[in-house]
């Protein structure tokens, strides 16, 4: 399974952007995905996270009411919406995938494969 993240770029305080994340290899529509983040200087941590039939989704406190996982089977692809983005959220994204996992999951460690990343910076 390959995974290739893309849509990170500048943006202001209170602005929206939306990450992608393509999938490669194995089957796509059979596995949970999530979002993770890594801040300058700071540990990886779970951003949200979507079951294999996007029916049941799980966000980390710190971005719940603004970011919104979704993802469409027929293009093999996981996105993220980010809404009123704060400076904080500035990290770089990593999408990954749950190949053996059923409900989604904050936990690196259940993760399988994980894409290269893309930068997201929040600021004025």
């Known amino acids: 399974v390959q995974l290739q993240a893309s849509g990170g770029g500048l943006v202001q305080p209170g602005g929206s952007l939306r990450l992608s994340c393509a999938a490669s290899?194995?089957?796509?529509?059979?596995?949970?995905m999530g979002w993770f983040r890594q801040a300058p200087g700071k540990e990886r941590e779970f951003v949200a996270a979507?079951?294999?039939?996007?029916?049941?989704?799980y966000y980390a406190d710190s971005v719940k009411g603004r970011f919104t996982i979704s993802r469409d089977n027929a293009k093999n692809t996981v996105y993220l919406q980010m809404n009123s983005l704060k400076p904080e959220d500035t990290a770089v994204y990593y999408c990954?995938?749950?190949?053996?996992?059923?409900?989604?999951?904050?936990?690196?460690?259940?993760?399988?494969?994980w894409g290269q990343g893309t930068l997201v910076t929040v600021s004025s």
């Open positions: 990954a995938a749950d190949l053996y996992g059923v409900a989604p999951k904050p936990i690196q460690g259940e993760y399988d494969y």
């Open positions: 290899g194995g089957t796509f529509s059979s596995y949970a």
């Open positions: 979507i079951d294999w039939s996007g029916g049941s989704t």
